[in-house]
């Protein structure tokens, strides 16, 4: 199992300097890979692209874009640029997103999102192994009448999806390479998501699926006082149902019941219980949100349980 984190530098002076920094700490503490959310900031492939270049020793990855607002011809040029430029170390994540972020950002329907997910990894898969397309679905349609191979891309992307639903987990285990569930907990994984997305891709034909799952946490000495303010970053993934779903399936009530939040002790023993629930990989999140000292100290730690 191997051992990665999420990179934040949103409060820096300059976002992408400070991930490359932030990348080079991580690689030094001995983790292996580098996460980048998407919203409507810093665009992920790009800021993946730009780590990976500058960081050689991190496999590098996008947590995740949403398939609403965006086509997959474009992503599949930003993930082959990605991959060209990082020699084969880039991983995608795509994301059914949100209603708010979807029809209060871009102004579109938040509807069928799994249809549209199908679709989606349908035409993505085409153009990121074949360099081409000829797709017409209900949702969406993608063709290539120019080639949108990407030489130095040839290795392919490995497609994942922040998948936790049933129906997400059956699509993603038929058409995708792995999942990138957040905010489920152990329990949750072993009962729930892992045996549905194995099963489906089990009886699409398809190889064992990578777990990657993403967890929020941090070692401190000050737990009480970093579990309150995970409470309130937390807060936002209540409303959303997938999320509020894998909390409740993980036996917590708040999001912040399944961050991981402790000293070495206790952050080791959640790890080897989420390895032991089926996860492939574990990348921790907001590991940044008790400051720069409990932050490397996190980093130590994950970097000594990186397989």
Same mark, same amino acid.
């Given at each position: ?117 199908? &679709? ?17 679905? *209900? ?88 579990? *309150? ?18 909390? &409740? ?59």
């Amino acid at each position: 199992m191997t051992v990665g984190v999420a990179l934040n530098a949103t409060d820096s002076d300059n976002q992408i300097d400070a991930t490359v920094r932030l990348a080079g700490e991580a690689a030094a503490a001995g983790l292996r890979s580098a996460w980048f959310g998407q919203t409507f900031g810093a665009d992920s492939p790009q800021l993946a692209a730009v780590v990976g270049r500058e960081v050689p020793a991190l496999q590098v990855g996008t947590s995740a874009i949403p398939v609403f607002g965006r086509h997959p011809l474009t992503v599949a040029s930003q993930a082959l640029t990605a991959q060209a430029a990082t020699h084969g170390r880039y991983h995608l994540g795509l994301a059914l997103g949100t209603r708010l972020l979807t029809e209060g950002g871009y102004g579109i329907p938040f509807e069928r999102p799994v249809a549209r997910l199908r &679709e989606f990894l349908t035409a993505l898969r085409q153009l990121t192994e074949t360099g081409a397309s000829d797709f017409d679905g *209900e949702l969406l349609t993608a063709h290539t009448p120019v080639p949108a191979r990407v030489p130095g891309a040839d290795v392919g992307v490995p497609l994942l999806v922040a998948a936790m639903g049933p129906r997400a987990l059956r699509v993603s285990g038929e058409l995708a390479d792995g999942i990138l569930p957040y905010l489920a907990g152990p329990r949750a994984l072993a009962e729930h998501i892992v045996p549905a997305v194995t099963g489906a891709a089990q009886a699409a034909g398809r190889p064992a699926p990578r777990i990657v799952a993403l967890v929020h946490g941090v070692v401190t000495d000050d737990a009480d006082a970093v579990r *309150e303010r995970a409470t309130d970053a937390l807060a936002f993934y209540e409303q959303i149902p997938s999320y509020a779903r894998a909390v &409740e399936l993980s036996g917590g009530t708040r999001a912040a019941d399944v961050a991981v939040i402790g000293d070495e002790r206790t952050v080791a023993a959640e790890v080897r219980r989420y390895r032991d629930a089926g996860a492939t990989e574990v990348v921790f999140a907001g590991t940044e949100i008790a400051g720069d000292a409990d932050r490397r100290r996190t980093w130590d730690l994950l970097g000594t349980l990186a397989g």
